[in-house]
């Protein structure tokens, strides 16, 4: 799995994978961070997809994922996904930004995606610990891509060197197999 599997470093929005991940709020209604810098990529089109999703199903549980199309984006789709927000530890973050992980996978192998790009969900104004952060999000990803065909390649797009260090690390560490 580990050749599926890429770090670079810059602004997801100019990403050409099939799909790039959103780490949104339950809302789905914006924000800062990478969700503001997505939606103002990608034009009202994305805001008005979202407002729809939140007409059908209302808001989006954390750790649940949303499907949207990508507006002006070179992204042919955007997937919503929401982050914990790191309170102690107790709290379930764990689980529940690997839930974000699994579930934003499921959504592009659902429908049929090849690629995807994910941001590091939660580690900015949500204030999750990067390194933790990022071991289960290699984890996770690496976990679900030897039970699935789809998607044949993920990138972690890292805005800051701290990210793109730790991601590198652990992906270095993982066996040819995993
Ligand atoms: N491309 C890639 N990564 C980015 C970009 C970008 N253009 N901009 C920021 N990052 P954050 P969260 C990184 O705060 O912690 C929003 O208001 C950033 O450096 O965007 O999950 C939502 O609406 C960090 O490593 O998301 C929610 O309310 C990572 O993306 C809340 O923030 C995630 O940082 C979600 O907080």
Not at 79 to 84: A, K, M, N, R, S
Request: aromatic share 6%; net charge negative; proline share 5%.
């Amino acid at each position: 799995m580990k050749s599926r599997i890429e770090v670079v470093q810059g602004d997801i929005t100019r990403m050409t994978t099939d799909v790039i991940v959103n780490a949104a709020n339950s809302s789905l209604m914006g924000g800062g961070g990478v969700d503001g810098a997505i939606h103002r990529a990608a034009g009202p089109a994305l805001m008005e997809a979202c407002m729809q999703v939140r007409q059908q199903q209302g808001t989006c549980p954390t750790g649940h994922a949303v499907i949207t199309v990508a507006g002006n984006l070179p992204a042919k789709a955007v997937v919503h996904t929401v982050g914990p927000v790191w309170r102690d530890g107790d709290a379930h973050e764990a689980q529940l930004l690997s839930d974000a992980y699994r579930n934003s996978l499921q959504l592009v192998c659902d429908n049929g995606y090849k690629s995807v790009a994910f941001p590091a969900i939660s580690t900015g104004i949500y204030g999750y610990p990067k390194p933790a952060a990022a071991e289960i999000a290699v984890n996770t990803v690496s976990d679900y891509l030897t039970r699935h065909a789809l998607p044949e390649q993920v990138y972690f797009v890292c805005y800051d060197e701290e990210n793109t260090r730790l991601y590198q690390r652990l992906l270095a560490q993982l066996s040819p197999e995993q």
